[in-house]
């Protein structure tokens, strides 16, 4: 079964983690999320790093060592990007971010794309979790982008930890990269088409849920 609603790999990982808590979240969105210290601080990193590659603005006092790492990105030769949306249609071809045919999307943080090879990296604050999942689509996303790209080296920048996990991709691993999600997308696509969406009950839903006992009766609990 295909998947036909527009995703994200955080859609994804959203709907893996707990599915009631996705349908309420972010398909019916009867539940908002609350924004966490961590969420806001990350917002405002993001922000403040975007401006700095820019040329908008100095990075704030705090943040004055994040600097080195876009001075080093982009020192790469190629074309710069930040914050740059990518959208794709089912067929893997690049459309517009609220397009009516969009069928993933992803934000690339900052980079550089140049004859044959990219550099495409994400910014993250919160603790050092490695996902080589994630990496995979932001290769798979600037190839579409980018058809004279050959190779992609995607990262992440764990700015607290002070940490760079890198992967290379090349091209000729592109159908590698979708069939590895498609199990995964066609989890997601049954729950949209049976609109059933189950609980899926761990230590997040005592402190960490924002759908209440009222929704779920898992919430709290565990």
């Known amino acids: 079964m295909a998947l036909k609603k527009a995703w994200s790999y955080s859609a994804l990982t959203s709907?893996?983690?707990?599915?009631?808590?996705?349908?309420?979240?972010?398909?019916?969105?009867?539940v908002v999320e609350a924004q966490t210290t961590a969420?806001?601080?990350?917002?405002?990193?993001?922000?403040a790093l975007e401006d700095f590659a820019n040329g908008k603005k100095p990075l704030p006092e705090d943040m004055q060592e994040y600097g080195k790492y876009v001075r080093k990105i982009q020192s790469y030769e190629g074309k710069r990007i930040?914050?740059?949306r990518v959208a794709l249609?089912?067929?893997?071809?690049?459309?517009?971010?609220?397009?009516?045919?969009?069928?993933v999307r992803?934000?690339?943080?900052?980079?550089?794309?140049?004859?044959?090879r990219a550099y495409v990296l994400d910014w993250k604050t919160g603790k050092h979790r490695p996902d080589s999942d994630q990496l995979k689509l932001f290769a798979?996303?600037?190839?579409?982008?980018?058809?004279?790209?050959?190779?992609?080296?995607?990262?992440?920048?764990?700015?607290?930890?002070?940490?760079?996990?890198?992967?290379?991709?090349?091209?000729?691993?592109?159908?590698?990269i979708w069939n590895d999600f498609s199990?995964?997308?066609?989890r997601l696509a049954v729950s949209h088409e049976k609109d059933k969406w189950l609980p899926n009950p761990s230590g997040l839903c005592k402190n960490w849920c924002p759908v209440g006992i009222k929704l779920c009766e898992f919430c709290g609990k565990q």
């Open 82 to 84: 930040v914050e740059e």
């Open 15 to 30: 709907y893996e983690t707990c599915p009631r808590r996705f349908q309420l979240t972010r398909v019916t969105k009867q």
């Open 183 to 186: 199990p995964r997308l066609e």
């Open 89 to 103: 249609d089912s067929k893997l071809r690049p459309t517009t971010w609220m397009a009516k045919d969009v069928w």
């Open 39 to 47: 969420t806001l601080w990350g917002n405002k990193v993001h922000k």
């Open 140 to 176: 798979a996303l600037t190839f579409a982008l980018y058809p004279w790209i050959e190779s992609v080296v995607t990262g992440f920048i764990w700015l607290k930890a002070g940490k760079f996990d890198k992967e290379v991709f090349t091209r000729a691993q592109l159908p590698e």
């Open 106 to 116: 992803g934000i690339i943080d900052i980079g550089v794309v140049g004859s044959e």
